[in-house]
């Protein structure tokens, strides 16, 4: 058992999120052209057909189906960084010389087994804490993880085919949701890795259609906040919400909505938070 508080998510409502955003990227891929499958994602090494493989791969390794061999050693590629990184090259290698109608017919099989299987699975299982990518968890706060990481690979085909997701598009259950995901770390991101000082409190006000006002008060350590209790931030950063989760991500800023960042208040303990946004592995 987690010896740290544990998340307990509305069963329905992650899987409300999930689905949707299987069911939008299905739409997306139907009919692309096989030049399309091959355009150049945001994430180094990987086009529009790896990232699907990518998501094929993490949603069999959650219904017990083991990873493809790889031909050749993809730990020693530049872009593979850990074990996570090497489980999804084998799925991306193997996948890569398939036609782009296979592989989503693939992507469309694995998701109506893992829907079943998620649809069927008890309360007790649902909070059941196990292993995850955030450390030991519920499956539920597994399945929000599974949202946000297949909402962004969304925003990246997006990018990849200039296809970018319409205002009434980005709001919804998916993108909510990853943006609690996002939320959620942003605790460790101002006070490990952009270290603001004791004292601070830092206002996120994200604008255009995926709007949210996050609170991070640093109080011996680092905490996400309802409010500051009454007190002002010391520093703000205002910027558009979907550009906001490209920067969490790790990813180039988004070309279809507005690049510019206000930063208010404490302007350095501000830009050393934008400059470590970047959580993921």
Same mark, same amino acid.
């Given at each position: 058992?987690?010896?740290?508080?544990? %998340? &307990?998510?509305? &069963?329905?409502?992650?899987?409300?999120?999930?689905?949707?955003?299987?069911?939008?990227?299905?739409?997306? =891929?139907?009919?692309?052209?096989?030049?399309?499958?091959?355009?150049?994602?945001? =994430?180094?090494?990987?086009?529009?057909?790896?990232?699907?493989?990518?998501?094929?791969?993490?949603?069999?390794? #959650?219904?017990?189906?083991?990873?493809?061999?790889?031909?050749?050693?993809?730990?020693?590629?530049?872009?593979?960084?850990?074990?996570?990184?090497?489980?999804?090259?084998?799925?991306?290698?193997?996948?890569?010389?398939?036609?782009?109608?296979?592989? #989503?017919?693939? /992507?469309?099989?694995? +998701?109506?087994?893992?829907? &079943?299987?998620?649809?069927?699975?008890?309360?007790?299982?649902?909070?059941?804490?196990?292993?995850?990518?955030?450390?030991?968890?519920?499956?539920?706060?597994?399945?929000?993880?599974?949202? /946000?990481?297949?909402?962004?690979?969304?925003?990246?085909?997006?990018?990849?085919?200039?296809? @970018?997701?319409?205002?009434?598009?980005?709001?919804? @259950?998916?993108?909510?949701?990853? =943006?609690?995901?996002?939320?959620? %770390?942003?605790?460790?991101?101002?006070?490990?890795?952009? &270290?603001?000082?004791?004292?601070?409190?830092?206002? /996120?006000?994200? %604008?255009?259609?995926?709007?949210?006002?996050?609170?991070?008060?640093?109080?011996?350590?680092?905490? #996400?906040?309802?409010?500051?209790?009454?007190?002002? @931030? %010391?520093? +703000?950063?205002?910027?558009?919400?979907? !550009?906001?989760?490209? #920067?969490?991500?790790?990813?180039?800023?988004?070309?279809?909505?507005?690049?510019?960042?206000?930063?208010?208040?404490?302007?350095?303990?501000?830009? !050393?938070?934008?400059?470590?946004?970047?959580?993921?592995?």
């Amino acid at each position: 058992m987690a010896d740290r508080p544990v %998340t &307990k998510l509305d &069963k329905s409502e992650v899987l409300a999120g999930l689905f949707g955003v299987w069911d939008d990227i299905d739409a997306l =891929l139907d009919g692309l052209e096989e030049a399309d499958w091959q355009a150049p994602s945001p =994430l180094p090494g990987w086009d529009v057909k790896a990232l699907v493989a990518h998501m094929i791969g993490t949603e069999s390794f #959650l219904a017990g189906i083991d990873a493809p061999q790889p031909d050749i050693d993809v730990s020693a590629l530049e872009h593979v960084r850990n074990d996570i990184g090497v489980m999804n090259e084998c799925w991306v290698r193997q996948l890569s010389s398939e036609a782009g109608a296979d592989v #989503l017919a693939r /992507f469309r099989d694995i +998701t109506g087994d893992r829907r &079943k299987a998620l649809t069927n699975m008890s309360a007790e299982e649902w909070d059941a804490v196990r292993p995850t990518p955030v450390g030991p968890e519920t499956y539920g706060r597994f399945m929000r993880v599974r949202v /946000f990481d297949c909402w962004m690979h969304e925003q990246d085909i997006r990018e990849a085919l200039a296809r @970018p997701s319409s205002d009434d598009a980005l709001r919804g @259950p998916a993108s909510e949701l990853s =943006l609690d995901e996002i939320a959620s %770390t942003m605790g460790y991101v101002v006070g490990k890795r952009a &270290k603001a000082p004791d004292g601070s409190r830092i206002l /996120f006000e994200l %604008t255009g259609p995926v709007a949210r006002e996050i609170r991070v008060n640093v109080d011996g350590r680092a905490q #996400l906040v309802d409010d500051f209790g009454g007190g002002e @931030p %010391t520093a +703000t950063i205002r910027l558009d919400g979907l !550009q906001f989760t490209r #920067l969490s991500g790790g990813r180039p800023m988004s070309p279809a909505r507005a690049q510019d960042i206000e930063l208010g208040g404490d302007q350095d303990v501000a830009a !050393q938070v934008v400059e470590n946004l970047n959580f993921v592995i």
